[in-house]
């Protein structure tokens, strides 16, 4: 019975923000053009009517579904447990959507695709947090970093200090090239610091939670895009000598020998490959973009130029490899279309550029909500606040502050909400020390830090007073869930349980309910086509044990009889059906289940159901009247007053 209603709860949306002439009224409530016509455009689904028919007929359900909503919020539906907890799930779903500037996003969008047409290549430089000891040590990386920012400065470039000065530990093998990267290779900032350079410059510095990095960008190229490949990996064995890897060598050769004498790669993979994820799956590796592998290997890739392009054997820090090219996915050329759009928003919003861009948060809550600092004495929060954190002596300046004390506020008058010295205490004790282990932040910098974490969570905790795309979301969940739960309780569950009306309505219009052409039937349902094979052809041989052959499958097969009319039973099609006739399986390709049908018995003419047999007919029968007489009381409780002229021009 609810997927009588599927289509209407999605009229229930709010759309706010553009005024227009009001349509109708349902006791207090109002319902303007604008809004029913968004709902008739978005839900209707009659194509075969007028326009003007499939609005009327749009509009009594319309008008019947705000009423019993509006009703589910007069009984207070709303504040039950269970509609509470499933709108509060949505809103802990939706919320990550909606924490940065819709503004920015697009921003980041285009950024993101206009960085995905080229690949840079690029050369880095690393400075650790840590000595080589692996302990803390910011004054070292201060000291090597002013040593490289000089040299940088006398004319030498990453690639001659590189050597010398990175704490990558790949640089004793790539000299600080660490080839080609694009958008969503590296974190953001890094990448922001890479396309912002021009090419045969150094980028400015990038402070990460490790160290300090500072890139060269060496060349740029179109970008290549995604690559899936097979490969062969003949890795060196571990303390291997010259014998060792000219032997690897001879054997990766005369398997690509092979190979171009027509050897299946997926077998020889399977054998040979030391890859050992890949090699079960033939050798096909998982498709992967530029900077994800080490350049020499992406390199002899990219320079195969066509599908099933084989390499000859290559030589990389790993081993000997021998590749095939299987596909190259170009990257997307217009930001506009549509499948473009879907994948570079899900690309940012998994990204740390959305996750990080808040700043918008801060300006919106100072801007309409009033955020700022009641008077009081600086010099004396530190004293009290150093006397908590740091067991320090308070002075008598220190005590003036109280752990009461208001040191922060959000809104105004009865709205607003207080930040008092425990909040900040409490904060300051647990975001006072710098990421990298390297020491204690400022007081004012914790201190912006705890407002603005404070400004975040109050736009969350309020996110339906800025956000109406948000508020709409929720309001139409929230009340799709009331309008089931009216349903259920003055519909659905009353038209189960009254049997006495059953019975009554079953009287009534008893010639309502008549069999077709039908038959008794035996249903089986298997849980894999093995077993519904293996079913039917011990069936074949004796129908007759259907009941002990199906209860020996377990739990894969279940049985059950019923009477259905012809045109119900599975596989029967156009034939007529005859007693003792055992139908063909029909496979579900969805999950591979199957069901067929064993067919006992035979009724060619029509005749009257039992109260029993009409008993499900009847109950949606009664549904449908308790439902009328409802809405009949409704519009009594809730008077609707349509506005003809305004309705004439959304007619027309």
């Known amino acids: 019975m609810r997927s009588i ?180 290779t590296l974190p953001y900032e890094m990448e922001s610091a890479i ?18 990095h500072i890139f060269r960008v060496l060349g740029e190229r179109p970008a290549i895009g995604n690559i899936k490949v097979r490969q062969i990996l003949l890795a060196f064995p571990p303390g291997a000598d010259d014998t060792d890897k000219k032997r690897v060598e001879r054997l990766a050769d005369s398997i690509y020998q092979a190979l171009r004498k027509g050897s299946a790669f997926g077998e020889l993979a399977r054998l040979y490959s030391n890859d050992y994820i890949s090699a079960a799956n033939g050798g096909e590796m998982m498709e992967f973009g530029v900077g994800q592998f080490d350049p020499a290997f992406e390199n002899k890739i990219i320079s195969l130029t066509k599908d099933n392009e084989l390499s000859a054997p290559f030589l990389t820090r790993h081993g000997w490899h021998i590749a095939q090219r299987i596909s190259i996915t170009r990257p997307a050329t217009d930001l506009n279309a549509p499948a473009t759009q879907t994948q570079i928003d899900q690309l940012v919003r998994a990204d740390d550029r959305w996750r990080n861009a808040k700043d918008f948060i801060y300006e919106l809550i100072q801007t309409r909500m009033g955020a700022r600092r009641p008077a009081y004495s600086e010099a004396a929060l530190w004293q009290y606040s150093d006397s908590l954190l740091d067991l320090k002596v308070m002075t008598a300046a220190g005590r003036t502050i109280q752990k009461n004390t208001v040191l922060f506020t959000i809104g105004k008058d009865l709205a607003r909400k207080n930040y008092t010295t425990a909040d900040w205490i409490s904060y300051a004790t647990n975001f006072r020390y710098q990421p990298d282990g390297s020491g204690l932040k400022p007081h004012a910098q914790v201190r912006t830090e705890w407002e603005q974490y404070e400004m975040v969570e109050y736009y969350k905790n309020n996110l339906e007073s800025f956000n109406d795309e948000y508020r709409n979301q929720l309001t139409e969940f929230r009340d799709g869930n009331l309008f089931f739960e009216i349903m259920q309780q003055e519909v659905w569950n009353k038209a189960q349980s009254d049997t006495a009306g059953q019975l009554r309505l079953f009287n009534k219009q008893k010639e309502k309910y008549n069999w077709k052409a039908s038959a008794d039937v035996v249903l089986f349902f298997c849980s894999d086509v093995n077993a519904a094979n293996e079913l039917h052809a011990r069936l074949k041989a004796k129908p007759s044990n259907w009941k002990n052959e199906s209860l020996s499958f377990g739990e894969r097969v279940f049985a ?71 809405e009949a009381n409704l519009r009594k409780k809730y008077p609707v007053k349509i506005d003809q002229k305004v309705l004439s021009s959304l007619l027309k």
């Open 5 to 184: 209603y599927s289509a209407v709860i999605a009229l229930l949306i709010l759309h706010g923000g553009i005024s227009a002439q009001t349509l109708l009224t349902y006791g207090t409530h109002e319902v303007n053009a604008k809004d029913f016509m968004l709902a008739y455009q978005r839900n209707n689904t009659d194509t075969v009517s007028s326009k003007e028919k499939s609005i009327r007929v749009y509009l009594d359900l319309y008008v019947n579904a705000k009423m019993k909503v509006r009703e589910a919020y007069a009984r207070r539906y709303d504040t039950l447990p269970g509609i509470k907890q499933e709108v509060e799930n949505l809103r802990v779903q939706l919320i990550d959507k909606y924490m940065a500037d819709p503004v920015l996003l697009e921003r980041l969008k285009k950024e993101a695709f206009d960085r995905s047409q080229t690949d840079r290549e690029v050369a880095h430089l690393f400075i650790s947090f840590r000595n080589l000891n692996r302990e803390p040590d910011s004054a070292r990386a201060q000291t090597r970093k002013a040593a490289v920012e000089a040299k940088l400065k006398a004319g030498q470039d990453i690639l001659s200090l590189a050597t010398e000065y990175s704490d990558d530990p790949s640089v004793a093998q790539n000299q600080g090239r660490i080839g080609y990267i694009t958008a969503f």
């Open 195 to 212: 396309y912002q350079t021009a090419v045969g410059n150094n980028s400015q510095w990038v402070r990460s939670n490790i160290g300090y």
């Open 560 to 630: 059950d009889s019923a009477r259905l009319e012809w045109e119900q039973v599975p596989n029967l099609g156009n034939q007529t059906p005859k007693a003792g006739q055992l139908l063909d399986p029909v496979i579900n390709q969805t999950d591979n289940n199957a069901s067929f049908a064993y067919v006992l018995r035979v009724y060619p003419r029509p005749g009257p159901k039992t109260f029993e047999e009409a008993r499900g007919s009847v109950i949606g029968d009664l549904q449908a009247e308790l439902e009328k007489n409802w």
